[in-house]
């Protein structure tokens, strides 16, 4: 059985095709990183796993069946848009809050949820992060909860949107390290979005290549290759490996990272790069 | 002072009020929305003015407006988050429009000041009732939904993929929250309702960072805060709701001092 499988899938926002005739299997223990431009559809396609962005044309399925919302086999962490929560709630409620959430009653954990918390605070090494008010833990500490948050339920399917945004190199590596621990430990699949290759190297399978609609699938050497990435930028693009990393280059920029920058606020128009012809995240 | 009837009924309806007013405000300042606790006081304004206009008791004008204005809001939802022209205008229009329907009835000044500022010692034991009933409905329905809305004020976007209505919650939760402020109107005015619904919601979640602990201690704080100050407001002949406003604002910066607020 395969963990996803879209046929033709096409999906739309906001009127226009984020996706168009896509077609992909990912099999259950993969570990996939999704790449691509701001708005190429990372998110959306996530999204369109969970059930929550309807396929305009073709099939999704997920775990073997078709697409649904609130499948409790998929734990998600969504991309997080600010640097850091100033709740003052501990860390152990904050997780707890989502043990049987779409429950009706009272919010305090029974026995079972309790061990549950304790149990996915564990497996991220938070337990003692979960004694402190969120809004005194930094953004990579929170980053742990909620990946915490995501393993509740015991999910067969982890979708992790964009987690090392707003990390630093030290905590980018600590989160990729625990991801592909629990992979091991745990046998789920999954799909991790980046805006950059590199920290994911060490940890992922095959990478999904999102641009322009169109998505390409497969090992790092198969799809980080000019002509692959020249299609779905739209644009010449050389690949230049460098001590064991690589670097998707435009014109004589950095593709990726001039994206991370551009998500940081910067407008600069770069000619030559590809930011020009970036619209939103979507 | 307790042998007093109007002494009882202010120290019953503080205590009802204290705590719904509590419990829903932590809640409302978990989910960032205490503009729009403040926001529904305003709207109530009107719907309490309009209700003395044509001949009915102000809190039921209160009640019909402020749930009606709490379920539009909670509808419109991410929509109306970032208007903030237009909730000012509708506020400045709400209190406009009760200040007109004041001007028709005679006993301006007293019903002005009473809707605006509160006047606790001036309620009856069918208030009292009214004020019982009402929290009853808002605290149950809120005890419910309580789980589900804590999951959709925490983690929305996983909430709605594990397939809780945020919009639902929304609008559910605005109904309590208007439920809430026109109870709390009855104690201390549209113009203070900060002081019972926020004030000791925020001193409770910097004491402690449990869920359990906050609400309890929102629910005490307000509670405390209500009966002290009416308490005060007997003997010193000061308006309650000044004395309730100032503890309110007092035990809050107490909290705030780097030594107290710690939340360990």
């Known amino acids: 059985m395969n963990a996803i499988e879209f046929r033709d899938v096409a999906l739309g926002l906001g009127g226009r095709d984020v996706l168009a005739d896509v077609s992909l299997e990912i099999a259950t223990g993969e570990f996939v990183g999704v790449l691509g431009a701001n708005g190429a559809g990372k998110t959306t396609l996530m999204r369109a796993v969970l059930g929550l962005v309807p396929a305009s044309r073709g099939t999704i399925r997920v775990l073997g069946r078709p697409a649904a919302r609130g499948n409790p086999a998929i734990g998600y962490m969504p991309q997080v848009r600010s640097s850091g929560s100033d709740l003052r709630l501990s860390g152990w409620g904050f997780v707890a809050g989502v043990v049987d959430g779409h429950r009706l009653g009272l919010p305090f954990a029974s026995k079972g949820a309790h061990a549950e918390v304790d149990r996915v605070l564990d497996l991220v090494g938070a337990s003692d992060l979960a004694r402190r008010p969120l809004a005194e833990i930094s953004g990579g500490e929170q980053q742990r909860l909620l990946l915490a948050q995501a393993l509740i339920g015991r999910p067969q399917l982890l979708l992790l949107d964009e987690p090392l945004v707003n990390l630093d190199p030290h905590y980018q590596g600590d989160l990729v390290g625990l991801t592909k621990s629990l992979r091991a430990k745990l046998g789920v699949t999954v799909l991790f979005s980046a805006h950059e290759l590199n920290p994911l190297l060490g940890a992922l399978d095959r990478v999904l290549y999102l641009g322009r609609g169109q998505a390409a699938l497969g090992t790092v050497d198969d799809v980080i290759t000019g002509p692959v990435l020249s299609r779905l930028y739209g644009a010449e693009i050389d690949v230049v490996r460098l001590k064991g990393r690589i670097f998707v280059m435009s014109g004589g920029h950095d593709v990726e990272r001039d994206t991370h920058r551009h998500d940081h606020g910067s407008r600069h128009q770069r000619t030559g790069s590809l930011l020009g012809a970036q619209h939103g995240d979507a | ?264």
């Open chain 2, 1 to 264: 002072m307790l042998e007093y009837d109007f002494m009882q009924n202010a120290f019953a309806a503080a205590a009802i009020v204290a705590i719904v007013s509590g419990l829903v405000g932590y809640f409302l300042v978990l989910r960032g929305q205490t503009f729009a606790g403040h926001a529904l006081a305003h709207v109530g304004f009107t719907g309490a003015t309009g209700a003395v206009l044509i001949g009915v008791t102000p809190i039921w004008g209160l009640v019909v407006l402020t749930v009606t204005a709490g379920v539009g809001m909670g509808a419109m939802g991410e929509r109306l988050a970032r208007r903030d022209v237009a909730i000012g205008i509708v506020l400045a229009l709400s209190l406009g429009l009760g200040l007109l329907f004041l001007h028709f009835v005679t006993a301006y000044a007293t019903q002005a000041t009473a809707l605006l500022f509160g006047n606790v010692l001036a309620v009856d034991v069918g208030t009292v009732w009214t004020l019982l009933w009402l929290g009853v409905v808002s605290t149950g329905t809120l005890a419910v939904i309580s789980r589900p809305l804590l999951f959709a004020s925490l983690q929305p976007e996983l909430a709605e993929a594990k397939g809780v209505s945020l919009r639902l919650y929304s609008v559910l939760f605005l109904a309590i929250v208007a439920l809430a402020v026109a109870e709390c109107v009855q104690i201390v005015g549209v113009l203070l309702v900060f002081a019972l619904m926020v004030g000791p919601a925020a001193a409770a979640q910097r004491l402690t960072i449990g869920i359990g602990s906050g609400l309890f201690l929102s629910a005490g704080l307000a509670l405390l805060e209500a009966w002290t100050g009416i308490a005060l407001a007997f003997y010193t002949d000061w308006p309650s709701s000044f004395w309730i406003t100032a503890l309110s604002a007092g035990i809050y910066l107490f909290t705030t001092l780097p030594t107290v607020g710690r939340a360990r």
